[in-house]
């Protein structure tokens, strides 16, 4: 039998339970991956939009400025909440990454590594819950601004006769 470059031989039938035990960390990489999608799509739409404002607003005057004004600066706003989300997400990702390397780290040289999984889990947790929050208060603020002004509301056509 040849020497191993391992500490121990590792066991088949518990490599495969560590296998097991790294699928759900996987799905849950999964998981955040889509979500990374979703916003890094929002955040572009919100960049494409401030960037259609942008000549519009140097352009206007009076109300019409004050408004753009004010629009502008809740995409900005709106940016660094889905940009915030964006790090959270990524941060969680790499938490859930380290997870499964320390995962399969125990198994191949013995060390006992369960708290550092554990508080890895709680960390990668944290973050994900600190990006959908965020997202929640990104998504409540952009449904706020989406409504329709009173004016346009109000708006009734000259009758050209």
Excluded: K, Y
Aim: glycine content about 6%; hydrophobic content about 55%; overall charge positive.
């Amino acid at each position: 039998m040849e020497p191993s470059i391992l500490p121990h031989a590792p066991d088949l039938g518990r490599l495969a339970t560590i296998i097991s035990q790294a699928v759900a960390p996987v799905f849950l990489l999964a998981g955040v991956g889509a979500f990374l999608n979703v916003t890094t799509g929002r955040l572009a739409r919100i960049v494409d939009r401030a960037r259609q404002l942008e000549p519009r607003l140097l352009a206007s005057r009076g109300p019409e400025h004050d408004r753009l004004v004010g629009e502008i600066r809740l995409l900005d706003r709106r940016m660094r909440l889905v940009s915030r989300t964006v790090f959270f997400s990524v941060l969680s990702a790499l938490l859930i990454c380290a997870v499964v390397v320390l995962l399969f780290a125990a198994f191949l040289t013995g060390w006992a590594l369960g708290t550092a999984v554990a508080l890895l889990f709680i960390a990668a947790m944290i973050a994900v819950g600190a990006a959908f929050a965020i997202f929640l208060h990104e998504t409540q603020l952009a449904g706020r601004a989406v409504r329709i002004r009173s004016e346009v509301l109000m708006h009734q056509a000259d009758d050209a006769e």
